[in-house]
């Protein structure tokens, strides 16, 4: 067993990678864990804890903003080394259903819903699933964090789960253009197998209004 004194020499020659995987561990998150929350590629942090790579100072303030630590915690050499530090987050408009406009200027706003500080975004808002056709990717009463990103080419979002508008109907879908007999169509499917694809053509009314960007909160 070591001593105060040893255990502070230990953390003070520990590299910045060994001190991310020590702190991220003490908070029993694995790398995926650690990559989702802080909106970070997982292959970088495992670079990042290998020494191998240097974060920028954008990325350092998502993995301790993250982590629940200050900066100094993962940089070390600081009188903050491993004090603990309020978490600093930003409010965003919370939705029950997907707004029919910019979510700023919606009458439907339920509350606001608190993010981390570098997930904030002033074209952001948070949106309160009802819906199952995301099932078991996305489960209704999960809290998304969505862009809002109005009449975007379907083509450039090929894949993403959108919040869409189809004959002013909102729905959360993967969207996917392909072209079949008879011309293009928009096709959009949840991941919910009991739930068919919903096909969408020039006769329908049909915007995309937000990107699905990040689950935020999940009640267990």
């Known amino acids: 067993m070591t001593s105060g004194a040893e255990d502070i020499a230990q953390r003070a020659a520990e590299s910045l990678g060994q ?3 020590r702190v991220r561990r003490q908070a029993r998150l694995s790398q995926t864990d650690l990559a989702r929350t802080a909106n970070v ?3 970088y942090i495992s670079e990042i804890e290998r020494d191998r790579r240097n974060p920028s100072r954008r990325t350092l303030r998502a ?10 915690v993962l940089v070390g050499g600081s009188r903050e080394h491993d004090a603990p530090q309020r978490l ?14 910019p979510p700023a200027e919606s009458q439907e706003q339920l509350e606001m819903f608190p993010v981390l500080r570098h997930l904030w975004a002033p074209d952001y808002y948070c949106l309160r699933l009802s819906y199952d056709s995301m099932e078991p990717t996305l489960k209704p009463g999960d ?17 993403r789960i959108c919040a869409c508008l189809v004959d002013e109907t909102p729905t959360l879908k993967r969207v996917s253009v392909e072209d079949r007999t008879g011309g293009r169509l928009i096709v959009l499917r949840g991941d919910n197998p009991a739930v068919p694809p919903l096909l969408i053509d020039g006769s329908r009314d049909f915007s995309i209004q937000g990107i699905v960007v990040k689950l935020v909160s999940r009640d267990l």
């Open 19 to 21: 001190r991310l995987r």
């Open 41 to 43: 590629n997982q292959g």
């Open 63 to 72: 993995l301790a903003i993250a982590l629940d630590v200050p900066e100094a």
């Open 88 to 101: 600093d987050s930003r409010l965003l408009p919370l939705f029950g259903s997907v707004p029919a406009g």
């Open 143 to 159: 809290i998304v964090l969505v862009h809002y990103r109005p009449d975007v080419a379907p083509e450039h979002v090929q894949g």
